[in-house]
């Protein structure tokens, strides 16, 4: 099934198999409504993947999904009983780049620019971002900010999380990461997810994300291979745990462990 969809300020379209769509989307759907329902109150997914694995795109995506999007062999959305989940993400918690411009951090030993690793955990207000979680997890109504990847900046209040948000799912590179401070937002969680995928798939998709944005090749190889790939097996490699783990790859999806029942 093709997608069409806008992250981040970009457009793209993408192909889901009809087999994942079945057999893995359809049913953790199913699974978070029945864990809201059971809870009685609003209930947060962690959605943790490296840059690349298209998590955004497969939110936005589960996002239509549960607003009643018609598929082969379903029942018409009139006949089912939906649940619309409400999709955000940690990159409108960015800093600003006038703040990655003027502030440095320490790679390999060399005090740089924030700039030059801009997604790195430590390019994130991490405090923010967890003051905003905890309202999320407690039910109560807040703002989210968003990132527009032509600005190069986050905009603040895009979105309203009110009483109607009975189902959030908040995806992020490193919400499942185990480092200081960043592991600690796990408890906030009802159910956590992570994608997973082979090395030499991430950095072709991130090369192909530069590129689109505008970035001359060459530049964009430095980036990619400097910052985005760090990024990326930082996250492979030290990340928690989770409830479900999928692996994206050239193909679609495969279930690594976990499961939908409960």
Not at 39 to 50: D, N, Y
Not at 99 to 128: N, S, Y
Not at 161 to 179: F, H, P
Not at 188 to 216: C, S
Request: glycine letters at 8%.
């Amino acid at each position: 099934m093709k997608f069409q969809a806008s992250i981040n300020g970009i457009k793209g379209t993408v192909q889901y198999r009809d087999e994942d769509v079945q057999k893995i989307f359809l049913p953790l759907l199913e699974k978070w409504k029945a864990m809201q329902e059971r809870k009685g109150r609003r209930i947060l997914v962690f959605l943790a993947a490296p840059p690349g694995t298209g998590k955004s795109t497969l939110l936005a995506f589960l996002r239509q999904l549960s607003c009643g999007e018609i598929l082969p062999g379903t029942p018409s959305s009139e006949e089912q009983d939906r649940t619309p989940i409400t999709t955000i993400g940690i990159d409108g918690f960015h800093h600003y780049q006038s703040f990655l411009d003027t502030h440095t951090t320490v790679r390999d030993g060399q005090e740089i620019l924030m700039a030059r690793v801009k997604g790195a955990p430590e390019t994130f207000d991490r405090a923010l971002l967890e003051e905003r979680i905890r309202k999320v997890a407690a039910g109560e109504d807040c703002s989210w900010p968003d990132y527009d990847r032509t600005i190069e900046n986050p905009r603040e209040d895009v979105f309203r999380i009110d009483a109607s948000s009975k189902i959030v799912v908040l995806e992020g590179n490193y919400l499942l990461l185990d480092q200081p401070g960043w592991r600690d937002l796990r408890n906030y969680a009802d159910f956590t997810m992570k994608l997973v995928a082979d090395e030499k798939v991430l950095r072709e998709r991130l090369l192909e994300r530069r590129i689109r944005t505008g970035t001359p090749r060459p530049e964009a190889e430095r980036f990619v291979d400097y910052s985005d790939m760090a990024n990326a097996r930082l996250v492979l490699r030290h990340s928690l745990d989770a409830d479900l783990v999928l692996e994206s790859g050239r193909d679609g999806f495969r279930v690594v462990n976990g499961g939908f029942s409960g």
